[in-house]
C-alpha cells in the first residue's frame, strides 16, 4: 500500500464507515486489490498483474445499504479527493473502478458523476472501468452502463472474457466463447476484454475465494496500465492506453463483442509508440534531415522497426529511410505537405499523422509554454490571440492546443515579437521576446482558478466564498462572479470540481481587483502583447455607501517599468439604476506629457471614460498615475454592484493593422486592459 498526504493508505466516503479508514467490509475491493498487485514468489496465495505497486484505497460502499444507494454521491467525493492527492505530489497513474449500474435513459456527460469522471482524465489519469454484468449489447440498448459509459480521452472499458481450459501446457478460452455469458457487449462502448470468469484472489481475514464478473475483468487491465507506465514513465495516459488496446489478442472482435480484442500484457510493453509530435520546417532547395523517434523496448525484443508513410506525402524532394526512421534529402516544391507515419515491428504497429511546411525563406517554428509568473507552475490553458512582427503573419500561423503550449511560424530574418496570449482566467504575455528558442517558457500573470478572494492561495477561505454563492446564477442579485470558476453564470458542481483540483495551491502575486494590461503597438503592422505587470484597478475610498451618499470613483494605472506608449485608453461600465454620473465632471489626468482627449464612442451603455493620447509615442516611467481621477458617482438604489473596467473599450482588438494605421500617420501603442476588472460596490438604504 501507499500512503496519502494525511499519512492514511486511503479514505472512505461510503455512510456509516469512518472517515480515514476505508476498511473493506465485503470483501469486493479486497479481491480487486489482489488481482491487481499481490505479491508473487513467496510461496503465499495467488500473483497479481503488478507484484511491484503503491495502491491507494478509496472506499465508496457503504455499511448499511446496497451499493446503489451511495454510489453518485460517493464516487464523486472519492475523485476529489485523488485528483486531490494527485496535485499534492502522489504519482497517481491509474484509477481502478470495478463498480457500475445501468441507466436508461443513459447519463449526459455534465452530469455531476460525468464532470468528476472527465476531471480524472484531464489530469493525465486512466480510469479503467468494468463493462457491467447485465449480458446487454450496448450498442443496440438504449439502458447503458455507468460509469463506464462515458466516453473521455483516457477512459478505458473492460469486458469479461470466458473461462480458460488447459491445452497441453497452456491456458486457453473455451472455443467459441471469448466472451463471459453475463458480460456486457458492444464494441462502441467496450474497448478490451480481460479475464473475468471465476477469478481467485485475495479475500478478509487473510482469505482467497472465487469470484466472477467484470469488476474482476478490471483490475487485470488496470494492474496491466500501471506496468506498463512503470515501463514507459514518459509515455501520456492516452498512449499508454494505445498500447494497451493496439496489443489486445484479436478475440472477440469479429462478433463486436468489444473493440480491439483481448488483454495481452506482453505484446501491449512490445508495441512500438510513435514519440514525435511534430517536425520542423524546411526551406526550398535547402538539405533536410530529421529523424522520428519511437518507444519501445528494442529489436532484442520486439523485431526490428520499419517505417512507412501509410498516407500522404512527404514534400517534394524528400524520402524516409524505412531502416531508420530518417527523413531527408533537399525540398524542390514549397507548401503544406500532411501525411501519415508509420512505425511496425514484430508485434504491432503505431501510426500518427504529421506535417512538414516548405517555405521560399527561413521560418523559424518557436513552440513555447506558459508559466504562472512568480511560481514554476505551467498555465493549463494557453491560447495565442494574435501574432505579429515586421513582417505580417497570416493569424493561422498560429496553433495551439489546450496543455498550456503553442507554436507560432514567423520568418527567421524578423525576430522582434510580439505575442498575445489568453491564459485560464486573465490575459497576459511576454512582450517584445524577440527569437523564442523552441521548448522556452514564457512567464503569464494568472491567478489560480478557484482563488474566489483573489489571495493567491486556494484554501478554506475561497471555499466559504463559494459555499454562500452556491446554487445562484448571473441573474440573481448577490450572485458573485468571484465564485463562478468556470464563467458560465452559475456556481455549481463544476465549479467546485475546479475549486478542489486546486485546493491548497499558491498563485501568481497580483492583487485581485486589478489586471495586467494589452499593449497595442504598431510600427509597420498592428500588434498585440503584454507590457508585463503593468496593472490597472478601479480605487475608491470604501465599499459601502448609503442611497444618495456621492463618492468619487478613479481609474489607477501602474507601471511596472517605463514604457514607449501613444495613448492610455479606459472606461468604467456601471448599472444606470443603481448610480448616476456627471459625466462633465470627469478628469482626465495627462500622464507624461500626454496629451488628453474624452474616448466619446465606448459600445458599452452606461460608460463614462477617456483616453489619453498624442501625436507621437512617450515614454513614460516606471510608477502610479491617476488616469480617470474622482469620477462623481451617485448611490441611488440599494443592492450589491459592480463596477467594471471593460476591456479594450475603445474596441481596438477588433480592427486589423490597416484600420488602426488609418487613425494615424505614426505607430499607435495604446494601453488598455486585457479583461473585465471589477469592483463591488453596496449600497444601503438611507434609514
Known amino acids: 500500500m501507499t500512503t496519502d498526504s494525511f499519512g492514511n493508505c486511503g479514505r472512505s466516503f461510503g455512510y456509516g464507515t469512518q472517515d480515514g479508514d476505508p476498511m473493506d467490509y465485503y470483501g469486493h475491493g479486497t479481491h480487486v486489490a489482489g488481482i491487481i498487485g499481490a505479491v508473487g514468489n513467496n510461496s503465499i496465495g495467488i500473483v497479481g498483474v503488478n507484484w511491484d505497486i503503491g495502491l491507494l484505497a478509496v472506499n465508496v460502499q457503504t455499511i448499511s445499504h446496497g451499493i446503489k444507494d451511495i454510489l453518485i454521491a460517493d464516487i464523486v467525493a472519492g475523485i476529489d479527493y485523488v485528483v486531490s492527492e494527485k496535485n499534492k505530489g502522489l504519482n497517481i497513474r491509474v484509477v481502478n473502478m470495478s463498480l457500475g449500474w445501468p441507466e436508461n435513459p443513459p447519463l449526459p456527460d455534465n452530469s455531476a458523476l460525468g464532470v468528476a469522471i472527465k476531471l480524472l482524465s484531464d489530469e493525465g489519469i486512466i480510469i479503467v472501468m468494468t463493462a457491467g454484468n447485465d449480458s446487454t449489447n450496448l450498442n443496440t440498448s438504449t439502458q447503458k452502463h455507468y460509469p463506464a459509459c462515458f466516453r473521455f480521452e483516457n477512459t478505458i472499458t473492460v469486458g469479461s472474457s470466458g473461462e480458460m481450459m488447459q491445452v497441453s501446457n497452456n491456458y486457453v478460452l473455451y472455443p467459441n466463447e471469448p466472451r463471459s455469458s453475463f458480460s456486457n457487449y458492444g464494441n462502441q462502448w467496450i474497448d478490451i476484454g480481460a479475464p473475468g470468469t471465476m477469478i481467485y484472489s485475495t479475500f478478509l481475514n487473510n482469505g482467497y475465494t472465487t469470484f466472477q464478473g467484470t469488476s474482476m475483468a478490471v483490475p487485470h487491465v488496470s494492474g496491466a496500465a500501471a506496468l506498463l507506465c512503470a515501463a514507459y514513465p514518459n509515455e501520456t495516459a492516452s498512449q499508454i492506453i494505445s498500447r494497451i488496446s493496439n496489443g489486445a489478442q484479436n478475440i472477440g472482435v469479429s462478433t463486436g463483442d468489444w473493440g480491439k480484442g483481448i488483454l495481452d500484457v506482453w505484446n501491449a510493453y512490445r508495441l512500438p509508440i510513435i514519440t514525435t509530435t511534430s517536425l520542423p520546417g524546411g526551406i526550398l532547395s535547402t538539405g533536410y534531415n530529421q529523424a522520428l523517434s519511437v518507444s519501445s523496448p528494442g529489436s532484442g525484443i520486439s523485431g526490428s522497426m520499419t517505417w512507412s508513410i501509410s498516407s500522404g506525402s512527404l514534400p517534394t524532394g524528400l524520402s524516409l529511410n524505412s531502416s531508420t526512421g530518417v527523413i531527408s534529402g533537399t525540398p524542390t516544391a514549397t507548401g503544406v505537405f500532411d501525411f501519415t507515419i508509420k512505425a511496425q515491428n514484430s508485434v504491432g504497429n503505431d501510426s500518427k499523422t504529421l506535417s512538414i511546411v516548405i517555405n521560399s525563406y527561413a521560418t523559424l517554428i518557436a513552440s513555447f509554454q506558459g508559466r504562472i509568473a512568480g511560481t514554476s507552475a505551467n498555465v493549463e490553458k494557453l491560447e495565442v490571440i494574435w501574432v505579429s512582427s515586421d513582417t505580417a503573419i497570416a493569424e493561422e500561423s498560429v ?199 474624452l474616448y466619446d464612442n465606448a459600445p458599452l451603455p452606461h460608460t463614462v471614460g477617456g483616453s489619453v493620447a498624442s501625436i507621437s509615442p512617450v515614454t513614460i516611467s516606471a510608477g502610479t498615475y491617476v488616469v480617470l481621477e474622482n469620477t462623481p458617482f451617485e448611490a441611488i438604489e440599494p443592492g450589491t454592484y459592480e463596477l467594471t473596467l471593460p476591456e479594450d473599450p475603445a474596441n481596438l482588438g477588433s480592427t486589423k493593422a490597416t484600420d488602426i494605421l488609418d487613425r494615424t500617420n505614426e505607430g499607435l501603442s495604446i494601453l488598455i486592459p486585457s479583461t473585465k476588472i471589477h469592483k463591488t460596490i453596496t449600497i444601503l438604504p438611507d434609514l
Open 399 to 597: 496553433s495551439t492546443d489546450q496543455n498550456g503550449e503553442a507554436q507560432i511560424i514567423v520568418p527567421y530574418q524578423d525576430l522582434n515579437l510580439n505575442i498575445w496570449v489568453k491564459g485560464e482566467r486573465t490575459l497576459a504575455v511576454s512582450e517584445d521576446v524577440g527569437a523564442i528558442i523552441p521548448g522556452s517558457t514564457i512567464d503569464v500573470g494568472m491567478l489560480l482558478v478557484g482563488d474566489a478572494n483573489g489571495d493567491n492561495t486556494v484554501d478554506m477561505n475561497d471555499y466559504f466564498l463559494f459555499a454562500s454563492n452556491y446554487g445562484k446564477i448571473s441573474s440573481d442579485a448577490e450572485f458573485n462572479w468571484r465564485a463562478d470558476f468556470n464563467n458560465d453564470g452559475a456556481v455549481d458542481l463544476s465549479d467546485y470540481f475546479l475549486f478542489a483540483s486546486n485546493f491548497g495551491r499558491t498563485g501568481a502575486q497580483r492583487p485581485m481587483g486589478s489586471q495586467e494590461m494589452s499593449l497595442i503597438r504598431s510600427k509597420y503592422s498592428a500588434i498585440r502583447g503584454i507590457a508585463t505587470g503593468h496593472i490597472m484597478e478601479i480605487s475608491t475610498d470604501k465599499d459601502v455607501y448609503k442611497v444618495g451618499e456621492k463618492f468619487n470613483v478613479s481609474v489607477v494605472l501602474t507601471l511596472a517599468k517605463d514604457e514607449l506608449i501613444s495613448g492610455i485608453c479606459s472606461a468604467i461600465s456601471f448599472d444606470s439604476t443603481a448610480f448616476s454620473v456627471d459625466k462633465n465632471a470627469i478628469s482626465l489626468n495627462p500622464v507624461g506629457g500626454l496629451i488628453i482627449s
